[in-house]
């Protein structure tokens, strides 16, 4: 599987971009799309899921333009858009037997394909209740069954974590590297913590635009020896803020730990080992 994406720009008015010249080759695995909001994530989601188009550029999969041949994708989509709606009077079997005939996906097996993935969602118990009647996480992982119905190739989740208690994002990650075997995965968050553990790339986007790509080792170690710890006063924070990236500022005996990236640290800091985390908000900084 490749996905290619070659100088895209999505144009949304005479002044906005959703999307600006943007280029990446995917390969099979697991791809975590970090960005914070209006970075550009759905609007790309959208086009690779062939339900937006560019106004330039060009997407390919396995050389074959989606663009042009949308359908060459979609039968190898699945997708879970960021606002998916569920239908509250059916319940969850009939919500997916009737995405599934939406998706001309039918035939005998479908039953147990279906209840397989109730199962697999631990949505088996519920299964008969109308979907009205469930929690957030329980519509999210009813949203996260319809993608896999049609067994894809390329699955697109949209900030699929909202909504999850940290108990379900476990579950979630962990059917994520169950389904990434042979299959392009991607998922966008602005959560580094979704996808730290399992991503096997990661791109970072900002304002329409891909600032950095690489497996999380290579992207962590750009901050690798510039991640400190120090104790501070409180009121020095807003001038730390101005000198260097605040990782974050924790109160500790009426004063401040602060956790900054700097080449230049300041007396009696100690180094930190640097996370994605870290090297996320100093790339998002700059
Ligand atoms: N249909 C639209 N019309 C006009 N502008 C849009 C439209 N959709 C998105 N945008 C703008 O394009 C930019 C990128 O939005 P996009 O939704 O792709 O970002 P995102 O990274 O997915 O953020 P979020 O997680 O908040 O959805 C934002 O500035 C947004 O306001």
Do not use: W
């Not at 389904?179 to 959560?191: D, E, F, P």
């Amino acid at each position: 599987m490749h996905l290619e994406i070659q100088n895209v720009s999505k144009k949304y008015s005479k002044e906005k971009y959703g999307l600006k010249d943007f280029s990446i080759h995917i390969e099979k695995g697991i791809l975590g799309l970090l960005g914070a909001n209006g970075a550009g994530k759905s609007t790309l989601l959208k086009m690779i899921a062939t339900v937006s188009k560019p106004s330039s550029g060009s997407i390919t999969l396995n050389k074959n333009n989606i663009v042009k041949d949308a359908n060459y994708m979609r039968k190898k989509l699945g997708f879970l858009p960021q606002d998916f709606g569920v239908y509250p009077n059916l319940n969850a079997y009939e919500f997916l037997e009737y995405m599934a005939a939406m998706k001309g996906i039918g035939g005998k097996n479908l039953k147990t394909k279906i209840t397989q993935l109730l199962e697999g969602l631990n949505l088996i118990e519920n299964a008969k209740k109308p979907i009205g009647t469930y929690s957030g996480g329980m519509k999210q992982r009813v949203g996260i069954a319809q993608t896999l119905l049609n067994n894809p190739k390329i699955i697109l989740f949209d900030e699929p974590t909202v909504g999850l208690d940290p108990e379900e994002r476990v579950r979630f990650r962990n059917l994520i590297s169950y389904l990434a075997n042979n299959c392009i995965v991607i998922l966008s968050s602005h959560i580094v913590s979704d996808i730290d553990t399992i991503a096997d790339k990661v791109a970072i986007m900002k304002n329409g635009k891909l600032i950095e790509y690489g497996n999380p080792n290579e992207i962590i170690s750009q901050v690798k020896d510039a991640v400190f710890e120090t104790i501070i006063d409180a009121d020095l924070l807003s001038s730390y803020k101005e000198k260097f990236t605040i990782i974050n500022a924790s109160r500790i005996d009426g004063k401040l730990k602060v956790r900054y990236i700097s080449n230049t640290p300041i007396e009696n800091s100690t180094k930190q080992s640097a996370t994605l985390e870290d090297a996320y908000l100093f790339l998002n900084k700059n």
